[in-house]
């Protein structure tokens, strides 16, 4: 099942909440990289587990519409702003390929207004299949990229 099937495409982005707990039917599941409550009410994970990255899309508490894992080392992990710079943006994102899609979790802060913003951007080559705001549940733990 291809994941851009089941996406809304989203223009805007809403206000959004960061927190760094999973959510309680994900108590037992490893903590994540990236994930988030979709607007459309899904829950979207990118997490750790051992030598792998696993990405899951759907419905909370049900089992995922689409899962797969990837190794560790074909993760690639982008953003700008390291944490102590002097920019307005801090941004963060994890990408992973699967089957030929790309699969990008994005998160960003603006430091003067506190604001932050962030979603999920499906994409095959350069055409866009599906993008995604989060509304709620934010988790971020994406590294920081030296630049």
Request: hydrophobic share 40%; glycine share 12%; proline share 5%.
């Amino acid at each position: 099942m291809d994941l851009h099937k089941n996406l809304s495409v989203v223009a805007g982005l809403g206000a959004l909440g960061l927190v760094f707990a999973a959510a309680p039917s994900d108590a037992a599941a490893p903590s994540p990289v990236f994930a988030c409550k979709t607007v459309s009410g899904k829950l979207v994970r990118f997490a750790r587990e051992g030598k792998v990255l696993r990405y899951s899309y759907g419905q909370p508490g049900l089992a995922p519409e689409l899962t797969f894992t990837v190794p560790l080392a074909s993760v690639v992990y982008g953003g700008s702003g390291p944490a102590g710079s002097g920019t307005w943006w801090v941004s963060r994102e994890v990408s992973v390929v699967f089957n030929g899609t790309r699969y990008t979790g994005h998160w960003a802060f603006h430091r003067a207004e506190g604001s932050e913003e962030a979603g999920v951007t499906v994409a095959r080559g350069a055409k866009t299949l599906a993008e995604t705001a989060c509304k709620s549940d934010i988790e971020i733990d994406i590294p920081e990229v030296e630049e």
